[in-house]
């Protein structure tokens, strides 16, 4: 199963940028969607989740009122819209998902995209 993230790139601390997670072999509906993030010399973070009927969706304290997560089920497509970033933000960003609940521990997913990087610097 492929999940192909796209959005990331280099922009100014208060800035904003919207990453991308397509799969085209996947009926979304029926999987919580994630997205984590790996900085250099950090582990892995669980950022946000979607539930599979959207009824519920996790974030982080650092990214609360900040990022959104949000899914379009017909275009198999989920979004994290990431607003006024600072530079703590700077990492690797992954969308996973999984046929079930979201992972409490921010990282049990069946299926992980390659991520995309973003760096949050002047």
């Known amino acids: 199963v492929q999940l192909v993230e796209s959005g990331g790139g280099l922009v100014q601390p208060g800035g904003s940028l919207r990453l991308s997670c397509v799969t085209s072999e996947l009926n979304l509906r029926y999987y919580a969607i994630g997205w984590s993030r790996q900085a250099p010399g950090k582990e892995r973070e669980g950022v946000a989740c979607i539930s599979d009927r959207d009824v519920r969706t996790d974030y982080i304290d650092s990214v609360k009122g900040r990022f959104t997560l949000s899914r379009d089920n017909d275009k198999a497509t989920a979004y994290l819209q990431m607003n006024s970033l600072e530079p703590e933000d700077t990492a690797t960003y992954f969308c996973?998902?999984?046929?079930?609940?979201?992972?409490?521990?921010?990282?049990?997913?069946?299926?992980w995209g390659q991520g995309t990087q973003v760096i949050v610097s002047s």
């Open positions: 996973a998902v999984i046929n079930d609940y979201c992972p409490k521990d921010g990282a049990t997913y069946d299926f």
